[in-house]
């Protein structure tokens, strides 16, 4: 059990965070001053109930304050560093980290301003994992629940970051160096973020943020965690490989783009006939074509197309259904340049491109929540035009523009 000074201790700490004096959050909460100072110093309990409020209040959930972990409640200035010490070497990657999270930070700002929280509707996976093996079952079941959740079926995924945000996940790309595919971060002053390397292909920061959703929905606990390439041999990256795999490529959906090319089945089928005037059965086996079941490059090509993946991630996940051998698929990754031939010829040459994208595409889905947040909570008067006019100019917008398009939402205009 946490002792009173140490819970005190962590309460004045949010408290400040926030910006609130005591009376404030002691009015807030429907207790005197008197005793928030007292919670505070430690030298009075604190009911589950005002625990509870004080927690909303503060944006955190309770049970932060009562582990026996300090780093839960760390700021998030001396997190960063720590868990990503390339911020100190390149001043480039420290700017564009620092950029989203403040922007992240004015969005949790707005949310709980608006009472529009949602991280806590996200599912939590959380698992222990012991084996390599255990890492794709929990990645294969979960990723499968995902999709049924969220009504994807076995269609194609289209926007992706749109669909991660409308979970209440900030979502950007951002300049990362060249080793790092993404970042995930869950902290109480911004919530869950993911940031993507804005250099890669379209279809790497697809896998990137599949990949870095299944952390916000396995190992969120975690606060900070960075997918590079020297770390890639981790059972949880390992954990959210796969799950990005079978989220992307539903198993069911790629069996159904085999059938479709009629590519996939055994070099022998057997088919049973059930003959009612005798009442017995009888099998007839069917042979295709010599070569006909072979799977091409071709093949994996227009599977990648399909589900705007890259090649090499079509080959495998086919492979990790059992529908190619261990020297099939080494084959066909081979062959890769065939493919990417094959999908240029096609003019799919987004498959293809490794660009940085403009500021404004890279942070859609972040700019176009953070709108939405900060022309809603003028409507309600909750924030000034000043800092209507400063949100704007964070997201490098068009400030007149932005005053102009919320003052229509104000009552009385």
């Known amino acids: 059990m946490i002792d009173p000074a140490t819970l005190g201790r962590r309460l004045r700490a949010a408290r400040e965070r926030r910006g609130l004096n005591q009376q404030i959050a002691a009015d807030s909460i429907d207790i ?47 997190a960063l560093p720590r868990a990503l010490p390339e911020l100190q070497q390149s001043s480039a990657f420290e700017k564009a980290v620092r950029r989203i999270i403040a922007l992240c930070r004015d969005g949790a700002n707005l949310r709980r301003q608006l009472d529009q929280s949602r991280d806590a509707a996200i599912p939590n996976y959380a698992a222990v994992l012991h084996s390599t093996s255990e890492a794709i079952r929990q990645a294969e079941m979960v990723a499968a629940e995902e999709r049924r959740r969220l009504g994807l079926g076995n269609a194609p995924i289209g926007n992706l970051a749109a669909i991660i945000s409308a979970e209440g996940i900030w979502v950007a790309a951002a300049e990362l160096p060249d080793d790092f595919s993404g970042l995930f971060l869950n902290h109480v002053d911004v919530g869950l973020a993911i940031l993507v390397n804005g250099g890669h292909s379209q279809v790497r920061r697809r896998f990137s943020y599949a990949h870095e959703y299944a952390h916000a929905l396995f190992d969120r606990e975690q606060g900070i965690s960075a997918t590079r390439q020297a770390n890639a041999s981790a059972l949880v990256e390992k954990r959210a490989n796969a ?13 159904e783009q085999l059938q ?3 590519k996939g089945h055994p070099s022998r089928l057997t088919q049973t006939i059930f003959d009612v005037a005798n009442n017995s059965m009888s099998d007839t086996e069917i042979r295709p074509p010599a070569g006909s079941q072979t799977i091409t490059y071709q093949d994996i090509a227009i599977i990648a197309k399909h589900f705007w993946v890259s090649y090499e991630a079509a080959a495998w996940r086919i492979r990790s259904l059992n529908r ?57 008067e909750e924030i000034s035009i000043g800092r209507l006019r400063e949100i704007a100019v964070n997201l490098d917008l068009p400030e007149g523009e932005v005053v102009k398009l919320a ?3 104000r009552p009385g205009n």
Do not use: H, W
């Open 324 to 380: 190619l051998s261990q020297q099939e698929v080494q084959t066909l990754v081979s062959q890769r340049d065939f493919g990417n031939q094959y999908l240029k010829l096609l003019q799919f040459t987004g498959l293809l491109e490794d660009k940085l994208i403009e500021t404004g595409e890279r942070e859609q889905e972040l700019r176009g929540e953070l709108v939405r947040l900060a022309t809603e909570a003028y409507r309600r």
């Open 243 to 255: 799950f990005a795999a079978a989220f992307l490529m539903p198993a069911e959906g790629v069996s």
């Open 32 to 78: 005197p001053r008197t005793a928030l100072t007292n919670i505070e110093a430690g030298s009075r309990s604190v009911s589950t109930l005002e625990l509870g409020k004080l927690a909303a209040l503060y944006g955190q959930a309770a049970g932060k304050f009562l582990t026996d972990d300090d780093s839960a409640l760390e700021e998030l200035s001396i």
């Open 260 to 262: 479709l090319l009629n």
């Open 407 to 409: 003052r229509v939402m």
